[in-house]
């Protein structure tokens, strides 16, 4: 384990099985249809390459850049820093997040790719921690619940670090 990591809030074994549920469940949903992965980056790119792995569709796959955070805080205010590269009207499009704390990054997002005329518009997010929404957002596929505690890793980041640990973790205080 880490050495900034108070605990280990899932594992990596636990993190591929769930995937893998997933994976299945949206490979089954979107059967004969080809869909459009829209990345939020940073924070999804181990989550959206592992998913994508196990996919049994056809895929598209693109990334949106989003801001509004600076280190633990969210500013509430969201900006769009990278856009699609690609038309998404009359695509079915699979919103891939790596957490939905806050809610408005998401609710963001649907406002603003709804306007491009998608044929549908879903959300897949690996962690949901429901106890601090501000704006309601439909999740379609949500990997874990978690509670109210700032985590790192998976690709989840503090000030950038940790995104490469393996598994999702609760940081000491010392390290925030
Ligand atoms: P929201 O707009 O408050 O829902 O936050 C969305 C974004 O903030 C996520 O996509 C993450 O990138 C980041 N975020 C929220 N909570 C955490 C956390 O506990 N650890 C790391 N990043 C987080
Ligand atoms: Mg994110």
Redesign the pocket.
Known sequence: MHEDVEEVLISEKELQERIKKLSRGISEEYKGRCVTLVG?L???VLFLSDLLKQLKIETNVDFMM?S??AG?Q?T?V?RTILDLKQNIEGRDVLII????????????MLKNLKTRGPKSLEIC?L?D?PS????R?PIKYAGFV?PD????GYG???NELYRNLPYIGVLKRSAL
């Open positions: 939020v940073k924070g999804c989003l509004s955070y633990a969210s509430g969201v997040e790596d957490i939905v704390d806050s809610g408005l990054t998401m609710n963001y997010t962690l921690k601090c929404r501000k704006a957002v978690i505690k700032f985590v790192v989840l980041d503090y």
